[in-house]
């Protein structure tokens, strides 16, 4: 048993009593946000919880990827009030990225599974890409579970899916994949789930991939891949052709992008913020090594910030003033 070889230094946290909060505000340039760190009202089912994915709806709803037996995915209102739970009673091997479409269905991943479903706001599941518990062949050695030595046996680009990050519609209606963890690949799909075209390897050259952890598109239909374990963002046209990389980021997560930004979530601690047109860094939120460890980033329509972390808290927002 440990002692207290000071008698005047206790060996337990400090009490709750002995605790006032302060108010955190992170400002770089024009971008000030003040940093509101429980935010939600979390049901019992899901509190701390591990959320993997953010994503908002046009009317600034939250909803959340929950790492919960039984209930993946959680609904919040712009004040934080729990809504509804979707999903209910799903066989969710291991929740991922979420993301919503033009109809408000929900998309989310699963890295366990090999699949991505798609949810209605009823919370029926109304379609499924990949094959359920059945991975792709990309050489992936799965006996050396989820960590980095595993994702380095990646050999060659595979099918779709083996441990897919996330699935987005885009503005024509098209599905875009990141895969993933088993694999290192971008699927296009129709929006009827035919597959379309895939693109990627391994590797660290332009259109390789070391973990495409997340994908996003902006505006004028340029996809966004958040290529983790390389420390860059790539970008491409809707046919896989290599337009630009944003290199020396911290481990990014995921891209969130408005009108004008796009907002990269890195891992190590920190947000940075680029023009989307001609991609110069105009922002950087926070720090690297800060304990704000952001695996998944969203905004709703006045560019307040949700944050999916793991650690401590696990749902911040980031209010813009």
């Known amino acids: 048993m440990e002692t207290n070889k000071y008698a005047w230094m206790p060996l337990t946290k400090a009490s709750h009593r002995n605790i006032k909060e302060c108010e955190v505000i992170l400002q770089c340039g024009e971008f000030k946000y003040r940093m509101i760190r429980e935010w939600a009202s979390f049901p019992k089912e899901i509190s701390n919880c591990i959320i993997s994915g953010v994503a908002c709806d046009n009317e600034d709803n939250v909803y959340i990827a929950c790492r919960v037996p039984k209930y993946p995915i959680a609904k919040f209102d712009l004040n934080g009030n729990f809504i509804k739970y979707i999903g209910v009673g799903m066989d969710i091997g291991r929740a991922h990225g979420i993301s919503l479409t033009k109809d408000k269905n929900i998309w989310l991943s699963d890295d366990k599974y090999h699949v991505a479903r798609l949810f209605n706001q009823d919370g029926e599941c109304i379609k499924v890409l990949g094959n359920y518990k059945k991975c792709s062949d990309t050489g992936f050695d799965s006996s050396l579970g989820h960590n980095y030595l595993a994702y380095l046996t990646i050999k060659y680009l595979g099918k779709p899916f083996n441990k897919p990050t996330k699935v987005i519609e885009a503005t024509d209606g098209k599905l875009y994949a990141s895969d993933g963890y088993g694999n290192a690949a971008i699927h296009v799909f129709s929006n009827e789930g035919e597959l379309i075209n895939s693109w990627g ?84 939120l926070g720090y690297s090594g800060s304990l704000y460890y952001t695996h998944s980033i969203t905004g709703d329509s006045n560019s307040n910030l949700y944050l999916g972390l793991f650690g401590e808290y696990t749902l911040v927002k980031l209010e813009r003033i």
């Open 201 to 284: 390897g391994p590797g660290q050259l332009d259109g390789e991939f070391n973990i495409p952890h997340s994908v996003c598109v902006d505006k004028i239909g340029r996809i966004w891949v958040t290529d983790r374990d390389n420390n860059r963002v790539q970008i491409f046209d809707k046919k896989g052709k290599h337009l630009k990389t944003i290199n020396g980021l911290l481990y990014p997560a995921e891209t969130w992008i408005s009108k004008k930004y796009a907002y990269i979530a890195e891992m190590d601690g920190r947000i940075s913020i680029y023009n989307m047109m001609n991609f110069n860094l105009v922002s950087q």
